[in-house]
């Protein structure tokens, strides 16, 4: 166990929804990244905060967005849901003090079907 | 554009036999390059990264710079060895440091 917590665990829903996936970093630790993983995209990293700020982005598309709050956890958006967006959604979270030494943390991940 | 390329889906061997889990990189500055390993129905752990020379469950990976590879082998596979391994980099900038991965290799021992 990693100590880095997503909920839900599964989440089914239609095209067109709107859906919020949560994780929780380990204690402590101020840098979140969101991956996605898709049979045909593989794994692909999202999106990162560090200590409330996003700090880079990657191939995120504008109908998904993230925060992070004061208490540190994340939450990953993802709105006007297409079958496309159907994938196994990665938090990882990282040291306090961001160095070369830095080691993400992946929590469990939260599989989302889109019908 | 920075790439990491596993050019094996699937890799099949015997109990014993040495194993060989191939990943080739973009040259794109001085990456930092890692391998993570994701058990069944378990989360990504990271098995091992090239600035710390370790050896984690029998397995190394020495970066080839020449080649811009980072393979990596173990000399006897075991059962419990089987899962999915993703290679993957990420650039020595501090604070930005979302991991590119290749698209995984699935290792299956066999009796």
């Known amino acids: 166990d990693s100590g880095v917590t997503q909920t839900p665990k599964h989440l089914i829903t239609a095209t067109g929804q709107r859906v919020t996936l949560r994780c929780s970093p380990r204690s402590g630790d101020l840098s979140v990244y969101w991956y996605q993983q898709s049979l045909d995209q593989g794994l692909q990293f999202l999106i990162q905060?560090?200590?409330?700020?996003?700090?880079a982005k990657g191939n995120i598309l504008e109908r998904f967005s993230a925060q992070q709050f004061p208490d540190l956890h994340s939450e990953l958006n993802l709105s006007s849901l297409e079958l496309g967006d159907s994938a196994l959604y990665f938090c990882?979270?990282?040291?306090?003090?961001?160095?070369?030494?830095?080691?993400?943390?992946f929590g469990p991940g939260t599989r989302l079907l889109v019908l | 554009a920075q790439r990491v390329t596993q050019p094996e889906k699937l890799l099949s061997v015997f109990k014993g036999a040495p194993v060989e889990l191939k990943c080739n990189y973009s040259?794109?500055?001085?990456?930092?390059l890692f391998w993570y390993v994701q058990y069944s129905r378990q989360r990504l752990q990271l098995l091992l990264r090239?600035?710390s020379r370790e050896s984690i469950k029998g397995f190394t990976a020495d970066l080839n710079k020449g080649e811009t590879s980072f393979h990596l082998k173990k000399p006897f596979a075991q059962e419990e060895d089987s899962a999915m391994y993703y290679c993957a980099r990420t650039p020595m900038d501090t604070g930005r440091r979302a991991l590119t991965f290749g698209s995984g290799t699935r290792l299956q021992v066999q009796p």
């Open positions: 905060y560090y200590n409330g700020e996003e700090r």
């Open positions: 040259y794109s500055g001085s990456p930092e």
């Open positions: 090239h600035i």
């Open positions: 990882a979270s990282s040291a306090t003090r961001v160095s070369i030494w830095e080691t993400q943390y």
